[in-house]
C-alpha cells in the first residue's frame, strides 16, 4: 500500500513530495510495528508510471513477495542540477561543464537536506506511523549513494544500517573520505556499497566510479562492524540496474 504527502523542507524552504510504501499487513487487527528505510529519489522507486525515466525499482513488490515487515519512505528528489545541490554534501568544482557559466560550483546543500529528515521528517513519521524508532535505515544510489554516506558519517546512531548504491563518491572524493576518517562508525551495523563495470554518466567514465567507490571501500571496512563491497560485472548507471540488485541489498540489510 502507498501513500504520498507534501512536506515543507524548513532548512532549504521548499516543498517536497514524500511518498511511504506500508506492508500489506499494516491495518490488521493485530497492530505490529516496524523498520524504516529512508530512500532518496522517491519517485523512482515504486512505479515505472512515477519513475523519471519510466523504469522503477519496484521495491514494494520485492517486500510483498518477501513479506517483509519494513516500512520505505521515499523522498522526491529536486528537479535538475537542483538534485545534485541537495544530494551533494559540499560544494564541488567536477562537474563544471554541465552548469552554467554563472555558478563556480554545485552541490552543498546536502548537510541542510539530512538535518530535514533527521529533525522534521523522522519525528513525523514516527508520529504518523507505527514505526520502531530505533531501526531506522537509509538508502540511495549514485548521489543518493553520496548524501547516504554522509547521513550515516553525522548520524551513526540514526541510521544503523546503510546501502550506497553505484555511489557518485567523485562528486565530493576528498571531503567524504576525510569525514569517514574522522567519524566514529562503531554504532553502524551494516553498511552496503556497489560499483557497476559500465556506470560511465556525462563526463564521468567508468574506472573513476570504480576507483571512487574502492577508495571509500579500504577507510569504511575497518570501522564499521559489518560492510560489504561488490563490483557489479556489466552493470549500468540506471534504475533497471539497480532493481536487480534490490534482493541482494535487502536481503543483506535486513534478512542476515
Given at each position: 500500500?502507498?501513500?504520498?504527502?507534501?512536506?515543507?523542507?524548513?532548512?532549504?524552504?521548499?516543498?517536497?513530495?514524500?511518498?511511504?510504501?506500508?506492508?500489506?499487513?499494516?491495518?490488521?487487527?493485530?497492530?505490529?510495528?516496524?523498520?524504516?528505510?529512508?530512500?532518496?529519489?522517491?519517485?523512482?522507486?515504486?512505479?515505472?508510471?512515477?519513475?523519471?525515466?519510466?523504469?522503477?525499482?519496484?521495491?514494494?513488490?520485492?517486500?510483498?513477495?518477501?513479506?517483509?515487515?519494513?516500512?520505505?519512505?521515499?523522498?522526491?528528489?529536486?528537479?535538475?542540477?537542483?538534485?545534485?545541490?541537495?544530494?551533494?554534501?559540499?560544494?564541488?568544482?567536477?562537474?563544471?561543464?554541465?552548469?552554467?557559466?554563472?555558478?563556480?560550483?554545485?552541490?552543498?546543500?546536502?548537510?541542510?537536506?539530512?538535518?530535514?529528515?533527521?529533525?522534521?521528517?523522522?519525528?513525523?513519521?514516527?508520529?504518523?506511523?507505527?514505526?520502531?524508532?530505533?531501526?531506522?535505515?537509509?538508502?540511495?544510489?549514485?548521489?543518493?549513494?553520496?548524501?547516504?554516506?554522509?547521513?550515516?558519517?553525522?548520524?551513526?546512531?540514526?541510521?544503523?544500517?546503510?546501502?550506497?548504491?553505484?555511489?557518485?563518491?567523485?562528486?565530493?572524493?576528498?571531503?567524504?573520505?576525510?569525514?569517514?576518517?574522522?567519524?566514529?562508525?562503531?554504532?553502524?551495523?551494516?553498511?552496503?556499497?556497489?560499483?557497476?563495470?559500465?556506470?560511465?554518466?556525462?563526463?564521468?567514465?567508468?574506472?573513476?566510479?570504480?576507483?571512487?567507490?574502492?577508495?571509500?571501500?579500504?577507510?569504511?571496512?575497518?570501522?564499521?562492524?559489518?560492510?560489504?563491497?561488490?563490483?557489479?560485472?556489466?552493470?549500468?548507471?540506471?534504475?533497471?540496474?539497480?532493481r536487480k540488485r534490490v534482493p541482494k541489498?535487502?536481503?543483506?540489510?535486513?534478512?542476515?
Open positions: 500500500m502507498y501513500e504520498h504527502f507534501e512536506v515543507t523542507m524548513t532548512p532549504l524552504n521548499r516543498k517536497r513530495t514524500v511518498r511511504v510504501y506500508l506492508p500489506e499487513d499494516y491495518h490488521d487487527a493485530a497492530p505490529k510495528s516496524y523498520r524504516v528505510l529512508y530512500m532518496h529519489d522517491g519517485q523512482n522507486l515504486y512505479r515505472d508510471e512515477d519513475a523519471g525515466y519510466g523504469m522503477a525499482w519496484r521495491i514494494g513488490e520485492y517486500i510483498e513477495k518477501e513479506k517483509m515487515e519494513l516500512i520505505v519512505v521515499g523522498i522526491d528528489c529536486n528537479e535538475g542540477l537542483n538534485r545534485l545541490d541537495e544530494y551533494g554534501p559540499w560544494e564541488s568544482r567536477e562537474m563544471s561543464d554541465v552548469f552554467s557559466a554563472d555558478r563556480k560550483s554545485i552541490g552543498g546543500e546536502g548537510k541542510a537536506y539530512i538535518e530535514f529528515i533527521v529533525n522534521e521528517l523522522k519525528p513525523m513519521i514516527d508520529r504518523k506511523y507505527r514505526t520502531i524508532p530505533g531501526e531506522t535505515s537509509m538508502a540511495g544510489s549514485s548521489m543518493g549513494g553520496l548524501i547516504s554516506t554522509y547521513a550515516a558519517c553525522k548520524y551513526p546512531y540514526i541510521f544503523k544500517r546503510v546501502a550506497s548504491i553505484s555511489s557518485a563518491y567523485w562528486f565530493n572524493q576528498d571531503e567524504i573520505e576525510k569525514y569517514i576518517e574522522d567519524s566514529d562508525l562503531s554504532a553502524m551495523e551494516r553498511f552496503y556499497m556497489d560499483i557497476g563495470t559500465k556506470e560511465n554518466t556525462e563526463s564521468i567514465d567508468d574506472l573513476t566510479y570504480i576507483d571512487s567507490s574502492r577508495k571509500v571501500y579500504r577507510l569504511l571496512k575497518d570501522s564499521v562492524q559489518d560492510c560489504r563491497f561488490e563490483i557489479v560485472e556489466g552493470a549500468e548507471h540506471n534504475e533497471m540496474a539497480w541489498i535487502f536481503d543483506y540489510l535486513f534478512k542476515i
